[in-house]
Nanobody, 124 residues
Framework: QVQLVESGGGLVQPGGSLKLSCATS????????IAWYRQAPGKEREAVSC????????YYRDTVKGRFTMSRDNAKRTVYLQMNSLKPEDTAVYYC?????????????????WGQGTQVTVSS
């Protein structure tokens, strides 16, 4: 079955960096769209970024563009989210999600496979 395990979260000062990892198993990574979502306390879950299975194209929400970079290593079966210039408003639980999707992930709004999440706290 599809399994997703996030890691790399932690406490970081504003302006700092973290790199999240999502280890995958149980499916062909090159056939699935992968996304990072986050949920802050008292707020709804929101999409942060996604990477397409077809061509590896990536998309980001406006508030993280230029600061976050998503990548995929099919050989290691791992997806990454490099987060730079972190801000207190980036504080949230970050989740990795996967869905069988052959085309551009920009058009995918629902994911059925989720990891357990990893906490990111940006605070001085």
């Amino acid at each position: 079955q599809v399994q997703l395990v996030e890691s790399g979260g932690g406490l970081v000062q504003p302006g700092g960096s973290l790199k999240l990892s999502c280890a995958t198993s149980g499916f062909r990574l090159d056939l699935y769209a992968i996304a990072w979502y986050r949920q802050a306390p008292g707020k709804e879950r929101e999409a942060v970024s996604c990477i397409s299975s077809s061509d590896g194209s990536t998309y980001y929400r406006d508030t993280v563009k230029g600061r976050f970079t998503m990548s995929r290593d099919n050989a290691k079966r791992t997806v990454y989210l490099q987060m730079n210039s972190l801000k207190p408003e980036d504080t949230a639980v970050y989740y990795c999600a996967a869905e069988s999707w052959p085309t551009n992930c920009y058009y995918l709004n629902e994911y059925t496979n989720w990891g357990q999440g990893t906490q990111v706290t940006v605070s001085s």
